[in-house]
């Protein structure tokens, strides 16, 4: 447990006068707004702290998921991977979730998928997702930046006996469109995922 925040922090990093190391930090904080928190309004936000999109661990969490494209993969991310706490986005409308692990060749993958509108303990269907994936260490950024392109066909969630703020997510979705590079070519399409999640309204 001692490498967690090494594992699944976001904090800014170091910054730097050389306008070309900008520029990814730079899209990544916009990419990670666009994903965790405004599925589909596409409204500007001010960057989050580093605090605001720190991965806290949870004891539980699953992404299983069929990645084609730019990235070619078959995810089954589950109790071998760290997982990341869930939460509301910032305005408290929708959640986002957070998920990092490893696909085929050992490359690092972070998966942000923002579920908007859904209320704390709201069992729903067919809620808008916006999706987004990085693939780290080579400044390459997909998003699907709308709503009408991934969606939960349902979404449950149970409230935890030990924490009334805490519930347990489960959803099972697609996307019937890609998520785009955000700058050059290439796509990513999750064509099915299915998701479980510690969340906190907190």
Request: with cysteine.
């Given at each position: 447990m001692a490498n967690w925040r090494r594992h699944c922090s976001f904090r800014p990093a170091a910054r730097?006068?050389?306008?070309?190391?900008?520029?990814?930090?730079?899209?990544?904080?916009?990419?990670?707004?666009?994903?965790?928190?405004?599925?589909?309004?596409?409204?500007?936000?001010?960057?989050?702290?580093?605090?605001?999109?720190?991965c806290r661990p949870a004891n539980e969490g699953q992404l299983r998921a069929r990645l084609q494209g730019a990235i070619d993969a078959e995810i089954d991310w589950s109790s071998d991977v760290p997982q990341c706490l869930g939460g509301p986005r910032p305005d408290g409308d929708g959640v986002r979730l957070l998920y990092k692990g490893r696909i085929a060749g050992d490359e690092s993958v972070l998966v942000v998928i923002g579920i908007t509108p859904l209320r704390a303990g709201e069992t729903s269907r067919n809620v808008p997702v916006n999706l987004t994936v990085v693939r780290e260490g080579t400044g390459q950024f997909f998003s699907t930046q709308g709503r009408d392109k991934c969606a939960l066909d349902e979404v449950r969630q149970e409230q935890l006996d030990t924490d009334a703020h805490r519930y347990r997510l489960t959803g099972r979705g697609y996307c019937t469109q890609p998520a785009r590079a955000l700058s050059g070519d290439g796509a990513v399409l999750m064509s099915r995922f299915d998701v479980v999640a510690i969340v906190e309204y907190q």
């Open positions: 730097t006068d050389t306008p070309r190391l900008q520029a990814p930090f730079t899209a990544l904080f916009a990419i990670l707004i666009s994903g965790c928190g405004h599925a589909g309004d596409g409204a500007p936000a001010a960057p989050p702290s580093g605090e605001e999109i720190l």
